[in-house]
């Protein structure tokens, strides 16, 4: 079992910045991928950034340029930099892990985190 704890979330102004942190721990474990998702009020969740643990990154079209994320493996920990923040960006983040018992067995599961909010105003 893996524990995803978000943090750094709150209100900032457009153009603003925010840092998100999400922790994992628990038994032991292996984490393929590490991300962060975002559901806004009456939208589906969606893919915000994700980082795989060779360091591969993936963002969401609508936040190339802006936001970075990244990772400290030794500590499973991955960070979301959010930088030219928009009202757009209002929503609340979930940290994601998709995890093994091992880096070499099977199954993968995945884990989520609560949710953190995220207001930018306008």
């Known amino acids: 079992q893996v524990q995803l704890v978000e943090s750094g979330g709150g209100l900032v102004q457009a153009g603003g910045s925010l840092r998100l942190s999400c922790a994992a721990s628990?038994?032991?474990?292996?984490?393929?991928?590490m991300g962060w998702y975002r559901q806004a009020s009456g939208n589906q969740r969606e893919l915000v950034a994700t980082i795989s643990s060779g360091g591969a990154k993936n963002y969401a079209d609508s936040v190339k340029g802006r936001f970075t994320i990244s990772g400290d493996n030794g500590k499973n920990i991955v960070f979301l930099q959010m930088s030219s923040m928009k009202p757009e960006d209002t929503a609340v983040y979930y940290c994601?892990?998709?995890?093994?018992?091992?880096?070499?067995?099977?199954?993968?599961?995945?884990?989520w985190g609560q949710g953190i909010q995220v207001t930018v105003s306008s």
């Open positions: 628990g038994s032991t474990f292996s984490i393929d991928v």
């Open positions: 994601k892990a998709l995890a093994r018992r091992s880096p070499t067995s099977s199954p993968v599961y995945q884990y």
